[in-house]
Nanobody, 119 residues
Framework: QVQLVESVGGLVQPGGSLRLSCVASGFTFSGAHMRWYRQTPEQERELVAAISIAGSINYADSVKGRFTISRDNVKNTVYLQMNSLKPEDTAVYHC?????????????WGQGTQVTVSS
């Protein structure tokens, strides 16, 4: 059974930091490209960061310099380190696994975790 389980998000003050993790099981994690998305009721789902099987990384312009994606193939886990958080980073964050790097198709999704940035 395939599972992607995100860590609990939470409430963070503006300027603060939070690290999300996503633990994968049921498929070959080292053979999957991993992505983090976020979504709010007002906006379409946004690709925040992606890391390929080989370690190539892409970020949305809105998070460059503040967020860092990484993966640990031994622990079957992908991380999203979020620094200098802003209220506009408030969203439900989902991790996803893809077999194809290009495009926006994903094979598996996590259930999502709420991140709220507010004072």
């Amino acid at each position: 059974q395939v599972q992607l389980v995100e860590s609990v998000g939470g409430l963070v003050q503006p300027g603060g930091s939070l690290r999300l993790s996503c633990v994968a099981s049921g498929f070959t994690f080292s053979g999957a490209h991993m992505r983090w998305y976020r979504q709010t009721p007002e906006q379409e789902r946004e690709l925040v960061a992606a890391i390929s099987i080989a370690g190539s990384i892409n970020y949305a312009d809105s998070v460059k310099g503040r967020f860092t994606i990484s993966r640990d193939n031994v622990k079957n886990t992908v991380y999203l380190q979020m620094n200098s958080l802003k209220p506009e980073d408030t969203a439900v964050y989902h991790c996803a696994a893809a077999s194809v790097w290009y495009g926006n198709a994903n094979d598996y999704w996590g259930q999502g975790t709420q991140v709220t940035v507010s004072s």
